[in-house]
């Protein structure tokens, strides 16, 4: 299958699921009229807020102020826990002691809802943009962690033992062999990641730093400003499919040059 088709067969799903949310989005306000106009708004709300409202420009440069500070932050955690969780995966491919001994700690760490770790998290690293970076490394860090060990695993053995035949290190079996066999679960757990640190990011600003997104979100409800807290929502969900998409098309074009097969959503 060729690059562009192969973008075009990722591509398509995600206009499909953004075409079906706004029908759903209006179908519910229909379905549920005691929700009421004041609160509950439609796409053409929206749109006449971000765009044709006189007051749209201010509007669109408060959200997207906010929007600068949350991708920031969520860019900053996205890295880190991939980056962790690159290097740990490594680790425990390679020393399986490791693995059987930590693997069971991040497991039990995965299960602990963010919203309790946010504490401890505050206390440690403070109530600014590190803290929230850290929040949303620990979202995009274990289940990247979990695809990624999977997909080294799944390396060739009979190109190990080549490796190894020729005076190789384990080192240089999981350089040439075990990582390019994963790059669809390393493109994978990105995919996934992407949207988790922007989750991971509002849920810090929330809790931990009071700017960006997640406590603009927070401050527009007792506000009553609707229309604020409805376009923000939007703007995230937006950017986030936007994110997912970019790292998938550029999954596509890394795997169409290595030939290799895409792992499944």
């Known amino acids: 299958m060729t690059a562009a088709r192969r973008i075009a067969v990722f591509l398509f799903p995600l206009l499909t699921s953004l075409l079906l ?6 179908l519910f306000l229909r379905v549920f009229p005691q929700v009421g ?16 409202a006189p007051g749209a420009p201010a509007a669109r440069s408060a959200i997207l102020d906010d929007l600068m500070i949350t ?5 900053i955690g996205f890295g880190l826990g ?9 680790l425990f491919v390679s020393v399986t002691a490791l693995e059987q001994t930590f693997m069971p700690v991040a497991m039990l760490l995965r299960s602990v809802p963010l919203v309790a770790l946010a504490p401890i ?21 274990f289940p990247a962690l979990v695809m990624i060990v999977t997909g080294l695993r799944g390396a060739p053995r009979q190109a190990l033992d080549v490796v190894a035949a020729y005076g190789g290190s384990r080192w240089t079996g999981l350089r040439m062999v075990a990582l390019p ?3 669809p679960s390393v493109f994978a757990a990105a995919r996934i990641s992407v949207p988790g640190a922007l989750i991971g990011a509002l849920i810090g600003e929330w809790l931990g730093s009071g700017t960006g997104l997640g406590a603009s979100l927070i401050r527009a409800i007792p506000t009553f400003q609707y229309n604020k807290l409805w376009a923000s929502i939007v703007i995230v969900t ?6 997912y998409a970019i790292v998938g098309v550029v999954e596509n074009l890394v795997l169409a040059r290595f030939g290799a097969p895409r792992e499944p959503d």
């Open 82 to 90: 991939m980056g962790a969780a690159l290097v740990i995966a490594a």
């Open 37 to 52: 106009p004041r609160v509950g708004k439609s796409p053409g709300d929206i749109w006449r807020y971000l765009v044709t």
């Open 71 to 75: 991708l920031r932050d969520a860019a």
């Open 181 to 183: 066999a994963a790059l």
């Open 238 to 243: 937006l950017v986030s499919v936007a994110l």
């Open 21 to 26: 949310i706004l029908v759903l989005w209006e």
């Open 121 to 141: 998290i505050v206390l440690v690293f403070g109530r600014g943009s590190g803290g929230v970076a850290v929040m949303a490394a620990i979202v995009v860090l």
